[in-house]
Nanobody
Framework: QVQLRESGGGLVQAGGSLRLSCVAS????????RGWFRQAPGKEREFVAT???????YYADSVKGRFTISRDNAKNTIYLQMNSLKPEDTAVYYC???????????????????WGQGTQVTVSS
């Protein structure tokens, strides 16, 4: 059973930055995709970004150019650096891990096998 633990959420003003972290309980997962999703009140959980193999990344259009996902395999941790935050970025951010081979970049909830508990990000205007 893979356990994921997010941290780094908080309250920030529009235009500010936050860095989220997600540490996994197992080190053998570094080649598989681990990503970030977010869910705002009353909305569906949506894809934000994913990283696989350390240097391969993919982003949702809404965050491209503002968010950066990175991975530290030695710490078994991925990060989401969020810059130029907007009020519409307010959501609970979830870390997700896939543990099987894939044929397309995983961007849907069903593509991931394990989830963290989430961390709240609130951006004030």
């Amino acid at each position: 059973q893979v356990q994921l633990r997010e941290s780094g959420g908080g309250l920030v003003q529009a235009g500010g930055s936050l860095r989220l972290s997600c540490v996994a309980s197992e080190r053998t997962l570094s080649t598989f995709p681990r990503g970030w999703f977010r869910q705002a009140p009353g909305k569906e959980r949506e894809f934000v970004a994913t990283n696989w193999g350390g240097s391969n990344t993919y982003y949702a259009d809404s965050v491209k150019g503002r968010f950066t996902i990175s991975r530290d395999n030695a710490k078994n941790t991925i990060y989401l650096q969020m810059n130029s935050l907007k009020p519409e970025d307010t959501a609970v951010y979830y870390c997700a891990q896939r543990t099987s081979v894939w044929r397309k970049i995983p961007t849907t909830r069903g593509d991931y096998d394990y989830w963290g508990q989430g961390t709240q990000v609130t951006v004030s205007s």
